[in-house]
C-alpha cells in the first residue's frame, strides 16, 4: 500500500481470482467456467453491425436483456437488475444494504469474495460456521436481524440448502435484505427465483459466466423484488451508469434465445460429474455430493497442496485453499469427457508415483 491510499484500506485483504494462465495450454479445471463455447447465436449476434455501433453508448437500463430474462422466469423487467459480473451484483449488495447497524451474516466456508466486500465496507460481519460435512444449518440464519449471503449451491463445496429452507430465512428476516447466490443453480439444483414474488427482502443473483458460456462476457443479474432493484440502480447510478457493454448484452440476449442448447450442454457436464466422482471413489477420494458444475474432493493419501502442485506439473490446473478446514480440498472443475478423462488418468499416475 502506497502513502497515497486512503487509511481505510489498512486492513482490506484484496480477493486473489483464480489463475488465468498466459504461459501454457492447461487442462483449466479451477475456475469453473463451462468447457462449452458459446452458442452459435451468440456468434451471429457478435457480429459487424453490433461492433459498427460500439461508438455509441449501451442502453443504460438495458430494456431488451431485462425483458427477456423477465419473460425467462416469469417476473416484471422491473424485478430485473444487471451487473458486470455476478461480483458486481455482491459490491452493490455489500454497498446498497449494509452497514454498522446491519451487519452481514454469510457462512464461514463459503465463496471468498464475501469477506472481502465486507472488508472493503469496513462491516461487522457473522462467518456464521458450517457443520458437520459443510452442511449447512438454516437455522442458524433464522431470525438473526442480519443481512444474509447465501450461495446455494454453495462455492467451493457444491452442497445445497432446500427452498423450503431459504424460505424460512427469509420469512424470519423480514427487515433485512438476503441475497442467495445462485451463480452455480443450473447444474441440477433447485432456483428460489420463485419465492421472490412473496418476500420483499429476497434478491436471488445469477451468472451468465458458468451455465451460459459467457464468463469472458461479464454479466451478472439478479432477480428481486421492485423495493430491492431501486436500492440497485440508485448505487448503479451513483458508480456506473453504463455498467454492460453493449457486446455482452447482445451477446447474452442471444443467449437467452437459445437456452436449449445450454440446457443440454447442463446435461453432459452433470453426466460427467457424476463420471469424474465415480472415477475418484474408486482411487478411494472422499467426494462431496455437488449439484454444480464442480466437485470438492479428497484424497486421504495424498495431502491437498501435494495433488494441486503435482496436477499443476502435469498440465491440469484445479483449485484448492490453504484456508485449514479445507486445505486438504480440490475444487475440480467439470469440464468435457476428454479433460475429465485426463485429470483421472494424471491422479492415477500421482497415486502410483505415491
Ligand atoms: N458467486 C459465486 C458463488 C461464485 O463462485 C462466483 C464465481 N467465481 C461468482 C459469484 C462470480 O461470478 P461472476 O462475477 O463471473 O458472475
Redesign the pocket.
Known sequence: MSRFMSRRFDGLEAYVPGEQPQDMQYVKLN??ESPFPPSPAVFAALNDSETARLNLYPDPEGRVLRQKLAALYGVDMENVFLAN????L?NFFFMAFCDQERPVAFPSV??G?YPVYASLYNLPRAEIPLHEGFRLEPADYCGIRKNIVI?NPN?PTGRTVSVAEIEEIVRTNPDHAVLI?E??IDFGGESCVGLVSKYENLLV?Q???KFRSL?GG???YAIGSRTLIEDLDKIKYSTNSYNINRLTMAAAAAAIDSNDYYVQNSRIIQENRAYTAAGLEELGFETLPSKANFIFTRCPQVEGGRLYRSLKAKGVLVRRWDKPEISDYCRVTIGNREQMDIFLEKVREILKEG
Open positions: 475456475t469453473n459480473g455476478s461480483d458486481e455482491l463459503s465463496y469474495f450461495a462455492a447466490d451463480a452455480y443473483g451468472t451468465f459466466s464468463a461479464r454479466l451478472g
